[in-house]
């Protein structure tokens, strides 16, 4: 199993914008869906963005046209580039990876907090 690791959170004011970045120990290339979630206090972890080797994106209807996520294959890299955020943004936001179209197994990163101010 490989590792993955957040790194970019921080405190942003409403209106501001953030770049997630995560990490892989292993190479992207061959790992099928790689996506980005998050959890807000008291609720449940949800999808915020996917990607695929094929490069197609799935977006969670809260954050199209606002949120945009990239891989950096050469560099192991999966981004979130988050613009316009918003106080409801606020969250712990998860790298997960899904080596295998066919199969359940994945795998998260431990996690970058994301505070949005009004």
């Known amino acids: 199993q490989g590792q993955l690791v957040e790194s970019g959170g921080g405190l942003v004011q409403a209106g501001g914008s953030l770049r997630l970045s995560c990490s892989a120990s292993?190479?992207?290339?061959?790992?099928?869906?790689m996506g980005w979630y998050r959890q807000a206090p008291g609720k449940q972890r949800v999808l915020v963005a996917q990607?695929?080797?094929?490069?197609?994106?799935n977006y969670a209807d809260s954050v199209k046209g606002r949120f945009t996520i990239s891989r950096d294959v050469a560099k192991n890299t999966v981004y979130l580039q988050m613009n316009s955020l918003k106080p409801e943004d606020t969250a712990v936001y998860y790298c997960?990876?899904?080596?295998?179209?066919?199969?359940?197994?994945?795998?998260w990163g431990q996690g970058t907090q994301v505070t949005v101010s009004s």
């Open positions: 990607i695929t080797t094929g490069s197609s994106t």
């Open positions: 997960n990876a899904r080596p295998y179209a066919f199969s359940t197994y994945n795998y």
């Open positions: 292993q190479s992207i290339s061959n790992i099928n869906t």
